[in-house]
């Protein structure tokens, strides 16, 4: 398993999670996230898009990841989710409990604008509000799609 930190702001991170959470990725995991969490980002958005596998074990992981950001008033967000991965937390209806997104930028978008990180990191040309608007993956507020999460969309 490999954790990149894609953005690092004040109050918000985005982590790429790569390979498989595991009882193997289990601790690492953990103490990865934990250290972001712990370094005061009470949002954390985790681009899940090259995990292959979860069992539950690392959806435990998941869930604990989310109550450390509820306890500092912020919160978990899941994006990119693979199909396997979004099979697990639609089986165990923990999509129920975590906020999942189809892109990082959905994700942002649920972020305080106060605390948001400009989205995607050193972008092209901005638009009015700070956003980059070069990839289709970009913050736009306002967007009532951008806040739509997985949880009731699939079957």
Request: charged fraction near 25%; proline fraction near 5%.
């Amino acid at each position: 398993m490999t954790i990149t930190t894609v953005v690092d702001a004040q109050e918000c991170a985005v982590l790429r999670v790569a390979g498989e959470l595991d009882v193997h990725a289990e601790r690492q995991f953990l103490d990865e996230s934990g250290a972001v969490i712990a370094a005061g980002h009470r949002f954390l958005v985790l681009d899940l898009t090259a995990l292959r596998f979860c069992d539950s074990r690392g959806l435990n992981c998941l869930l604990a990841l989310d109550w450390l950001c509820r306890r500092m008033n912020g919160r978990l967000l899941l994006a990119s989710l693979g199909v396997r991965v979004l099979h697990v937390l639609l089986v165990t209806r923990a999509v129920e409990a975590l906020a999942c997104f189809p892109t990082v930028g959905h994700a942002l978008a649920a972020v305080p604008a106060e605390v948001r990180p400009v989205w995607p990191p050193g972008g092209g040309p901005a638009d009015g509000d700070g956003r980059d608007t070069g990839d289709g993956d970009d913050v736009k507020t306002g967007d009532g799609d951008a806040h739509r999460s997985y949880d009731r969309e699939q079957p």
